[in-house]
């Protein structure tokens, strides 16, 4: 059986070369003189050992990664992937990587990825949780940025989920929901607690009747139980403002299941717009956030922190807008 070939290291090359690793390394690095003579013998090395520096290893002699941080809540819920896409392929065009952690909402788990990080001579961090210290206004040793979770600190990126509530509550009560029943996500949620904010302040004002359930997650496990309890304590609701849209999947699944008409009985609307989103039958109506461009607006957010440019805009809110699938039923426009 083949022996699985092991991969050369820095003091490989430097024995092929017959050289140092301090000269190995000042010509990986490019920093220091190294004659002519010398160059070509560990250039040829690193050809003929197939040697690919790695990038902590390489941290520990520059002093200076090319390293980045990502702290993600949960991957499991498809909007996060499409999150980091977007911060990833930003980093990708200026040499940077990532190192990734998923928090699964619990602050010691994302205190150790950040430690992590930090061991790991990281230039920069990206954080989408909401628990640890990063959100809480204490010193950041390192350039961060916060992303689509909190607009309260230093340098932030997120979508208008307040304006998203209003859009979602009006185009409701538009499309003539009368009893509306609002799945509200866990209040610690910055943007949760802003779509939940903006649909109260539209339907409050409204000749509509509303309901508000608790949500204490925004996993699929949690919304199944919040949709059978919705059924079951507001049967005559005709309208559904889901905090995401996972939960409004899980509605539309439980809508159907006891034999309500989609949208015809009860008119359902997500928040989001994650690829499932249009690939459910019915397909979802639901506020899109622009996912993709805020991770990358969070990316040139950070390099311009790490790399000590002029930053104009420390705050950056995108705008939401409404996309009309089946869950909705269409609005009669005159003439």
Same mark, same amino acid.
């Given at each position: 059986?083949?022996?699985?070939?092991?991969?050369? %290291?820095?003091?490989?090359? &430097?024995?092929? +070369?017959?050289?140092?690793?301090?000269?190995?390394?000042?010509?990986?690095?490019? @920093?220091?003189?190294?004659?002519?003579?010398?160059?070509?013998?560990?250039?040829?090395?690193?050809?003929?050992?197939?040697?690919?520096? *790695?990038?902590?290893?390489?941290? #520990?002699?520059?002093?200076?990664?090319?390293?980045?941080?990502?702290?993600?809540?949960?991957?499991? /819920?498809?909007?996060?992937? $499409?999150?980091?896409?977007?911060?990833?392929?930003?980093?990708? @065009?200026?040499?940077?990587?990532?190192?990734?952690?998923?928090?699964?909402?619990?602050?010691?788990?994302?205190?150790?990825?950040?430690? =992590?990080?930090?061991?790991?001579?990281?230039?920069?961090?990206?954080?989408? =949780?909401?628990?640890?210290?990063?959100?809480?206004?204490?010193?950041?040793?390192?350039?961060?940025?916060?992303?689509?979770?909190?607009?309260? !600190? *230093?340098? =932030?990126?997120?979508?208008?989920?307040?304006?998203?509530?209003?859009?979602?509550?009006?185009?409701?009560?538009?499309?003539?929901?009368?009893?509306?029943?609002?799945?509200?996500?866990? !209040?610690?949620?910055?943007?949760?607690?802003?779509?939940?904010?903006?649909?109260?302040?539209?339907?409050?004002?409204? *000749?509509?009747?509303?309901?508000?359930?608790?949500?204490?997650?925004?996993?699929?496990?949690?919304? $199944?139980?919040?949709?059978?309890?919705?059924?079951?304590?507001?049967?005559? %609701?005709? !309208?559904?403002?889901?905090?995401?849209?996972?939960?409004? &999947? &899980?509605?539309?699944?439980? +809508?159907?299941?006891?034999?309500?008409?989609?949208?015809? $009985?009860?008119?359902?609307?997500?928040?989001?717009?994650?690829?499932?989103?249009?690939?459910?039958?019915?397909?979802?109506?639901?506020?899109?956030?622009?996912?993709?461009?805020?991770?990358?607006?969070?990316?040139?957010? #950070?390099?311009?922190?790490? @790399?000590?440019?002029?930053?104009? $805009?420390? /705050?950056?809110?995108?705008?939401?807008?409404?996309?009309?699938?089946? %869950?909705?039923?269409?609005?009669?426009?005159?003439?």
């Amino acid at each position: 059986m083949e022996r699985t070939k092991k991969m050369a %290291t820095i003091r490989d090359v &430097a024995s092929e +070369a017959g050289v140092s690793v301090a000269t190995v390394s000042r010509v990986l690095n490019g @920093k220091g003189y190294v004659h002519e003579d010398t160059l070509k013998k560990v250039q040829q090395a690193i050809k003929k050992l197939n040697y690919s520096p *790695n990038e902590v290893a390489r941290s #520990l002699f520059k002093r200076k990664s090319k390293l980045v941080g990502l702290l993600l809540p949960d991957i499991t /819920n498809p909007f996060f992937p $499409e999150l980091a896409r977007g911060v990833e392929d930003e980093l990708q @065009k200026q040499g940077f990587r990532l190192l990734f952690g998923n928090s699964d909402e619990n602050p010691e788990k994302e205190q150790a990825y950040i430690d =992590t990080f930090l061991q790991n001579q990281v230039v920069g961090m990206i954080s989408a =949780t909401q628990t640890s210290g990063l959100h809480k206004g204490e010193p950041h040793v390192i350039p961060t940025v916060l992303l689509d979770r909190t607009h309260g !600190g *230093n340098y =932030t990126v997120y979508a208008d989920g307040r304006e998203g509530g209003r859009i979602a509550a009006r185009e409701l009560i538009s499309r003539g929901s009368h009893n509306i029943t609002l799945l509200k996500g866990p !209040g610690n949620i910055s943007p949760v607690q802003d779509r939940f904010l903006g649909a109260v302040e539209v339907l409050a004002g409204a *000749n509509v009747d509303f309901h508000v359930i608790q949500m204490a997650s925004l996993t699929y496990e949690e919304a $199944e139980q919040r949709a059978k309890e919705l059924f079951s304590h507001y049967p005559g %609701t005709d !309208g559904i403002l889901a905090s995401n849209d996972m939960t409004a &999947a &899980a509605v539309l699944h439980e +809508a159907l299941r006891i034999g309500k008409s989609i949208p015809d $009985e009860v008119q359902i609307i997500g928040f989001d717009d994650i690829p499932m989103s249009r690939l459910l039958f019915p397909a979802l109506s639901t506020i899109r956030q622009p996912v993709y461009e805020m991770g990358k607006q969070a990316a040139q957010l #950070l390099l311009k922190l790490i @790399k000590k440019e002029q930053v104009t $805009e420390q /705050n950056i809110q995108l705008p939401v807008t409404f996309v009309e699938r089946n %869950t909705t039923r269409k609005v009669k426009r005159d003439g």
